[in-house]
């Protein structure tokens, strides 16, 4: 009779033990929510005040463009891309190295080649100037192309190409200060920007997040995939902002075969590694790993859980890139 007794009393201890770990845990991710509200919430403004300035400096480019483009060949325009399927294709500009001027030493370089700016009088600005010693002609080409599709206040806007002289290159806005570019890779691991590291807050990093967030719902919501979101390609301006930087590896989601990997890469989602075609719940893999790179550096537990989410090893798993942006729904 005593052992029963007993038996009833841990039964009971043990269910309110469960009652108040559920308790626990439910507190603990409505704080969260909450958290997460309330910091989406003020990016919101910070987006729309960015947004209205943003398309006041479009539609001043656009129209320079337009003026370039009247000059432009007809041969280059009407040029047709593999895979890249537009009805209305722009044409691109050819840069001449007499319409630019105070070229700057190298600031960046990768297996595409190397980057340094320039000032270009036209519109009184630096430039960068992307150079592809391996690309031919129509591969410069079409990165521009996409580029200047994905036209998005988050991606750097496209002033030209240079496909006239080898070694072919890209010119395309310059993010950054003092002829420099950071990228989220640079801001986490290197020393030399510890500085610049040190003076983002938790909001700054939330703002980078839903920029990137923004630009690639954006391509996605165009039928495309950027297939190779990682730290290295996104920039952070002086302002806090977020920029999402090269497109070669840009596909249609509707022709996006899989591909086999003879290197296991972090940023790629599992199922591509496994040779099955990327989507947009891969793309959302790969920016989830930075945002989860980001929540280990700056020990922000909101960033690290969302990128937990978001880079899980199952694709239905992962938040879509909406609920990325709207995590109120």
Known sequence: ???SVEQKRKSRNLRKKRKR?????????????????????VIRKDFDQQKRIASKYYNKWKQCMLDINNNFKKSESSKVLPGLQVQQQKSLPNIEPDELENPSPCIGSGSFGQCRTWYYPRFDINIVEKIMP??????????????QMFAHRCVPHVFGINNTRKPY??????????????????LLYDKQSMDIMGSMTVPDWFRV????????????????????????NVLVSHHKN???????KVKQIAYAPGKKYAKV??????????????????????????????GETIGDNTLLELGQQSSSAIPAQRPSMIRLLKPTS
């Open 1 to 3: 009779m005593g052992r």
């Open 21 to 41: 770990a559920e308790r626990y845990k439910s507190k603990r991710e409505e704080k969260v929510q909450t958290r997460v509200e309330a910091i989406v919430c």
């Open 134 to 147: 391996d690309s031919n002609e129509t591969t410069v080409y079409k990165k521009a192309l996409y580029q």
């Open 169 to 186: 290159s890209l010119f395309m806005e310059f993010v950054g200060k003092d002829l420099q570019s950071l990228t989220i890779h640079k």
């Open 209 to 232: 997040c839903y920029d990137i967030a923004n630009a690639l719902q954006y391509i996605h919501e165009k039928g495309f995939l950027h297939c190779d979101i990682k730290t290295n």
């Open 242 to 248: 977020g920029y999402l930087i090269d497109f070669g």
């Open 265 to 294: 890469y972090n940023y790629i989602a599992p199922e591509v590694l496994n040779s099955h075609p990327p989507s947009p719940a891969s793309d959302v893999y790969s920016f989830g790993i930075i945002i989860k790179a980001i």
